[in-house]
């Protein structure tokens, strides 16, 4: 049995910096103190801040405020699990930052589990002078992981494009920036429309759709160097791009074939695998975690709905996914095999 | 970092010792960071090809869709058929038809929609006797609206075929 989520993100395009926001959480979340770190003023202030908004933006966790905690334990042996379960606590974050700028900064931490009185984790994590901020975010990752059993996303970056548009000109910005909306940095400012970013399974480059050439185009670029090429070089729209989980391969919309279908392009020899061959609409490909299916979507049913390939039976119908609603689309796969997310409108056409 | 190393190896000790009935991860990470190029492109719109003195005569029109659809309406087709005619008489005109969605729905469905609705003015223009080689096709997807907005008014104006 599939599980199908909705999923709903909502950038707030008022502010040049992005804000993502998370209004509701979990309903039980676990209950964290966070003691605060032992080190210099300044870089523990930040450390402690980042990782306290980004363990509450998870939704997964509620943080004891500074002024409710009873006691300031130096170490994990002192500790009274006795206090902390008075404060309905189950779980106490202790560490301390070894500040050398700018040499090392490096910084141990542990984790305490109240209930089982047990420390169930201790790390270290070295970082970067300069970049307290990602710092955090692996300790929280850390956390999160060794709570929560999933692996934390705080440490990762995003990629969006924001559209500045004016009557006479528009510019279209391709982004990166940390999971939390710091840190923003240009990848490409365009003219022309951009969308469609799709990060390689390395995260050393980006496939992405550019209207630059005056119609849809994928486009490679590296993101350390800032060279960048078109994937192939034809007449038509080429679209929706998106890597195999080994990075050798991408699928991409074609419409070569006067419809848009869908298509594997080998990165190293540029041989074309058709993948899709039907009258209506073929697009948004995705690849399964371990490359061996493609969820696409397709209005081959009258309306948009999600279809799956299995590319070790290349010749068998597409079986679809999705009955439920008259638009259902650009769905991905969940870690895991987990199930599928996807954007769903319902029937009077107000939610995506 | 020597000093660093031990320290942990000595953790793990303890850990194990103190947790000897549930497990304590211990481990080590540092921060990776890649470096970032920005860069810039911009470009004029190449709308056509053709030298606007030659094109004596300009063949416009918009036409509108339903929702996810690309079939042309009645009124549609008395638009393109005014197209076509003025292909017919003058046969130096080629034209350029963009295809647009609405910005409901996710937007590679869109580009592919809007696809469908330049095809489908293709179509009837090319079944019309017009060669297929005088006519190129694009879409822009939902990326191009017509006219800001979220409501009905704003969609349908959206919903289009553009011919120049």
Known sequence: MKKFLILILLPNLLFAELLLEITKGSENPYRVAIIPFQGTNSSVNIIVEVLKSDLIRSGEFFILDEEMLLSIPSNIEEIKPSEWKLLNIDFIVLGNVIDEEPFSVVSPYQIYDVNKKNKIRSSTVFGIPGKLRQLSHYISDGIYETVTGIKGVSATKILYVNEIINSTDSDYILYVADADGANEQVLLKSSEPIISPAWSPDSKKIAYVSFETGMAKVFIQDIGTGERELVLLNDNQISSPAWSPDGKLLSLTLYQDGNAEIYILNLLNKNLTRLTKHYSIDTESSWSPNGTKILFTSGRSGAPQLYEIDLTKLNTKPSRLTFEGNYNAKGSYLPNNEGIVFPSISNCFEVL | ?164
């Not at chain 2, 694009?138 to 349908?156: C, D, H, L, T, V």
């Open chain 2, 1 to 164: 970092m020597t000093s660093n190393n031990k320290s942990i190896i000595s953790y793990s000790f303890i850990g194990l010792f103190i947790a000897s009935c549930s497990s304590v991860q211990v481990t080590e990470e540092a921060v990776y960071e890649d470096s970032i190029q920005s860069i810039e492109v911009s470009s004029k719109r190449a709308e056509s090809s053709t030298p606007t003195e030659s094109k004596a005569v300009l063949a416009n029109a918009t036409v509108y869709f339903e929702f996810d659809s690309f079939n042309l309406s009645s009124r549609s087709i008395q638009a393109l058929k005014s197209i076509t005619m003025l292909m017919q008489d003058n046969s130096e005109i080629e034209i350029t038809i963009s295809g647009h969605a609405d910005e409901r729905g996710t937007r590679e469905y869109n580009l592919a929609l809007g696809q469908r609705r330049a095809e489908s003015v293709a179509d009837y223009i090319e079944l019309k006797g017009i060669s297929r080689s005088r006519l190129t096709i694009k879409s822009y997807g939902e990326e191009m609206p017509m006219i800001q907005g979220s409501n009905e008014r704003s969609w349908a104006r959206n919903r289009r075929a553009e011919i120049n």
